[in-house]
């Protein structure tokens, strides 16, 4: 089996090889880092993806909504589907809605809940921030309170673990 899986590894090593040769003879544009990164997060989400075993198991429901939401939300701004901003307001939405997708397949699992919602607030404040979008500005003063409520949420969350 190990000596199938390295004909297999060395095969497509030597395709991309050649491929990339033969690209750069016929003077064509390879994909580069810009157009691929989001790729790679999306099959790093099917991966994890692939080890979700159905209702009641909760492996790979994080890394695969985590994955593929960033994966997504890189391709709809690289393709400009979606305007151009800075990235670091998605990552407290991915985790956050990594944190909420394992209560799809494990109902009674919520611990997860409050501190998603936190974190997907926290991202949705840091994007109407990042837009300057914020019509009503005292709300924009009092985003902290956010993260406020992640501590609670995590507070609540070690207690109940505790009892």
């Avoid at 492996?59 to 695969?64: H, L, N, R, T």
């Avoid at 409520?149 to 673990?161: D, I, K």
């Amino acid at each position: 089996m190990r000596n199938r899986r390295g004909s297999l590894i060395g095969g497509l090593i030597l395709i991309l090889i050649g491929g990339a040769m033969l690209a750069e003879r016929l003077n064509a544009r390879l994909p580069g880092w810009e157009d691929l990164y989001p790729f790679i997060f999306i099959l790093l989400g099917l991966a994890s993806a692939y080890r979700i075993r159905g209702f009641g198991y909760r492996d790979g429901v994080f890394g695969a909504v985590f994955f593929l939401s960033l994966g997504v939300f890189f391709l709809l701004r690289n393709f400009n589907v979606i305007p151009y901003f800075h990235s670091w307001p998605m990552f407290p939405i991915a985790v956050g809605l990594g944190l909420i997708a394992p209560i799809a397949f494990v109902p009674k699992q919520w611990g997860g809940l409050i501190p998603g919602v936190a974190l997907v607030l926290f991202g949705v404040a840091l994007l109407f921030e990042e837009f300057d979008y914020w019509r009503l500005y005292d709300i924009a003063r009092y985003w902290p309170l956010i993260l406020i409520a992640f501590g609670v949420g995590v507070l609540l969350n070690a207690r109940r673990q505790r009892a």
